[in-house]
C-alpha cells in the first residue's frame, strides 16, 4: 500500500447542483482518485484500488463564476443582463492524504516509486479544471499520522466505478461520506451488491 500528500491552492471535485450554483464535494469520488493516481502510473497491467481519503488541511469555499475559474482576476465579473452566469463554489487551500493499493508487476511498482519522489508523471496532475495543478509525494513519517480536520458531511450518491468485465458495462454508484476527515472507500464487490447502477452499453437479446 502507498500513502501519498496530494496540495493545491484550488480543487474541485465534482459537485452538487444547488439552484445557480455547483458545489465541490468535499474530496475525489473513487474514480476520480483513481483517475489521479494512474496520472502517475496508469501503464496497461496495472491496476490501482483506492481505500481512503484523508483531509488535512482546508481553507475553506469560495465562489467563482465559469469565467474567474480560469482567471481569477482580483475584480468581479459582470456578464451584463442578458447572461446567466453559473457560480462554481471551489475548495481552496487543500491537503489529502491519499490510500492505495497498487496492483503490478515489481518493475510497475518501482517505476511508481521513481516517478512520484523524482516528480516525473505520466500526466499533468490537476484538482478538476486543466487550471487547477496539484503537487503530489509519498507521505512523510510525520505525515502518516498527522490528525485529519474535524469534518463531517454527507455528499449523497456519487459515481464509483465502471464495470468492462460485464458487457453491458454498467456504472456503479455507492453512497460517499466524510467522517471526521476522512472518506473511506468500500470494495467493488460491496458497491455492486448495493445493486445501484446504470447500463452504458445495451446488448442485444438473442
Not at 500526466?123 to 474535524?150: I, N
Request: a positive charge; aromatic letters at 14%; charged letters at 20%.
Amino acid at each position: 500500500m502507498y500513502t501519498t500528500i496530494w496540495e493545491a491552492p484550488l480543487a474541485f471535485f465534482g459537485g452538487h447542483k444547488t439552484g445557480p450554483d455547483l458545489y465541490s464535494l468535499m474530496s475525489p469520488t473513487y474514480s476520480t482518485t483513481v483517475g489521479l493516481l494512474r496520472s502517475i502510473m496508469g501503464h496497461r497491467g496495472t491496476s490501482w484500488v483506492p481505500h481512503e481519503v484523508a483531509l488535512l488541511r482546508f481553507g475553506g469555499r469560495y465562489p467563482l463564476t465559469m469565467l474567474e475559474m480560469k482567471r481569477f482576476p482580483t475584480a468581479s465579473f459582470d456578464a451584463g443582463s442578458n447572461q446567466t452566469i453559473r457560480t462554481w463554489v471551489v475548495l481552496y487551500n487543500i491537503t489529502l492524504r491519499i490510500k492505495a493499493s497498487l496492483h503490478a508487476d515489481a518493475k510497475y511498482l518501482a517505476m511508481f516509486e521513481r516517478r512520484i519522489q523524482n516528480g516525473q508523471f505520466f500526466r499533468p496532475l490537476r484538482f478538476g479544471p486543466k487550471e487547477y495543478v496539484c503537487t503530489a509525494r509519498m507521505a512523510s513519517p510525520q505525515e502518516l499520522v498527522t490528525p485529519t480536520l474535524d469534518i463531517t458531511e454527507d455528499m449523497g450518491i456519487q459515481p464509483f466505478a465502471q464495470d468492462f468485465d460485464d458487457p453491458q458495462q454498467p456504472w456503479y454508484y455507492a453512497p460517499m461520506t466524510m467522517n471526521k476527515g476522512v472518506v473511506r472507500y468500500p470494495t467493488f464487490k460491496e458497491v455492486q451488491a448495493f445493486g445501484l447502477k446504470r447500463i452504458v452499453k445495451e446488448v442485444p437479446q438473442c
